[in-house]
């Protein structure tokens, strides 16, 4: 990647459409658009509509072309953006004519790319833009939109600013004695170093809400053959998906579709019924499902309320969530169940209680969203780095319960920041030496 190219790609799908938008951004991308559109130039961030020429003047296509002027725009370039019909050989032939007048095919993800370069947006945010895009439920959306205001950036540095000026202290006792800089006592810095894990551990928190916003929540419907798993998937996604039949064991393979609930992204997954068996092709079936139980979420347990209450063998779940579902409540309850208050009773037949699950289902998910900040939610990389930043951390805290020399404690500090650092793209060792002259005037 070359930032002095301009750099030219489809910004929408590929494929036939009403519409297409490509974009042209870099240091000669009013130039370029001036030589093809054979007019005055284009206005700062007023749309203008114009005939895009090939070489010959023959019109290209008639297109709405907005300029945006350095460094208000998404990459901090000069960018312009062309709304043209959205024919594949229209937008081909656009895209050819950009590239011949100096323009370069764009490789993928440098326009955001820029934009982190440019300082228009930190990592955290450049990847909360593919999180927009492959949102899947409101949640998600609403998460992902926060993150790209800074949400998840604005936590970061503010932990890491509260590391800084620890670490900025320790450095200029080790670095600049003469300036007779007391050390904070040990306890102090303990309390700050606590502080600090205590805003990582509650970042780490969200590590889960982050899965389900961008995965979706894994729920295995599981039971017996024949109480209605299938049916409960069909009554759930609103038309017929899974074969539904009187004969147990019809089910062999787990089926698996999304749906959005209350806001949520659900990953429902049909497994077949769990029983006693010697065919081979049920068994492996049933080994599929205990692995999708073992793998889940949230464990949807189907029972048929008119039949004793048959003992599963379900496999131990890690901690997912689990709503037992007593369906077809339309029959007489056997005496296994009277007493049970926690079930949810469902008549996948006619619908009655399916409100009553989907309230079961989103309040186990989103009461804990809420108590984490569902508006921070953490990804994978993220939590890679919060964990080495709050493992340099504990390996600082025990330095300075040691009395080791200051020298030790500052190796983990600086490991704590550079992980920071990762999750933003922003920290390096130029804050602590900021902090260190703006904080104790060194020098005079």
């Given amino acids: 990647m070359h930032s002095a190219d301009t750099i030219v790609a489809l910004a929408t799908p590929p494929g036939a459409g009403a519409l297409a938008l490509v974009r042209l951004s870099g240091p000669r991308a009013a130039e370029i658009t001036a030589g093809c559109i054979g007019s005055r130039p284009l206005e700062p961030r007023r749309a203008a509509l114009v005939r895009v020429q090939d070489e010959g003047g023959n019109t290209i296509d008639s297109v709405v072309a907005t300029y945006f002027a350095a460094p208000a725009s998404f990459t901090g370039e000069h960018t312009v953006e062309f709304c043209c019909h959205g024919g594949m050989f229209v937008v081909r032939r656009l895209i050819e004519r950009l590239l011949q007048l100096g323009a370069r095919p764009a490789e993928p993800g440098e326009f955001s790319r820029r934009a982190f370069e440019n300082g228009r947006l930190d990592l955290a945010q450049a990847e909360a833009v593919m999180d927009i895009i492959n949102a899947g439920s409101d949640l998600a959306l609403r998460s992902a939109q926060d993150q790209l205001q800074g949400a998840l950036s604005r936590r970061v540095a503010a932990a890491a600013d509260a590391l800084i000026s620890v670490a900025a202290h320790n450095a200029a006792y080790i670095d600049f ?17 606590a502080a600090i894990r205590g805003q990582l551990q509650a970042l780490l928190a969200t590590a889960d809400t982050g899965r389900y916003l961008r995965e979706g929540i894994r729920t295995a419907i599981v039971g017996a053959p024949n109480v209605g798993k299938s049916s409960l998937l069909n009554l759930l996604l609103g038309y017929e998906r899974a074969l539904v039949s009187t004969t147990a064991g019809t089910t062999r393979d787990t089926i698996e579709e999304n749906i959005t609930l209350r806001g949520l992204s659900l990953r429902l997954i049909d497994t077949a019924g769990l029983r006693r068996s010697s065919d081979a092709l049920e068994l492996a079936g049933m080994e599929r499902s205990r692995q999708a139980g073992a793998a889940a979420d949230l464990i949807l347990e189907v029972a048929d309320i008119s039949c004793p209450r048959a003992s599963l063998g379900l496999p131990e779940t890690g901690g997912a969530k689990h709503i037992l579902i007593l369906n077809k409540s339309d029959l007489p309850a056997h005496p296994d169940w009277e007493n049970e208050r926690s079930a949810v009773r469902l008549c996948c037949r006619s619908g009655e209680g399916r409100e009553q699950l989907e309230n079961a289902i989103a309040d186990s998910f989103l009461h804990d969203m809420g108590e984490n900040d569902s508006s921070v939610a953490i990804n994978t990389r993220h939590r890679y780095a919060l964990q080495e930043a709050h493992s340099a951390l504990e390996r600082a805290e025990q330095s300075l319960r040691e009395g080791e020399s200051p020298e030790f404690t500052d190796l983990p500090l600086r490991d704590a920041l550079d992980a920071l650092g990762r999750i933003t793209g922003r920290i390096d060792t130029e804050d ?13």
């Fill in 177 to 193: 004695p003469e300036e007779d800089i007391a050390p904070d006592t040990r306890d102090n810095l303990l309390v700050q170093l």
């Fill in 432 to 444: 602590i030496l900021d902090r260190v002259f703006s904080t104790f005037c060194l020098g005079k």
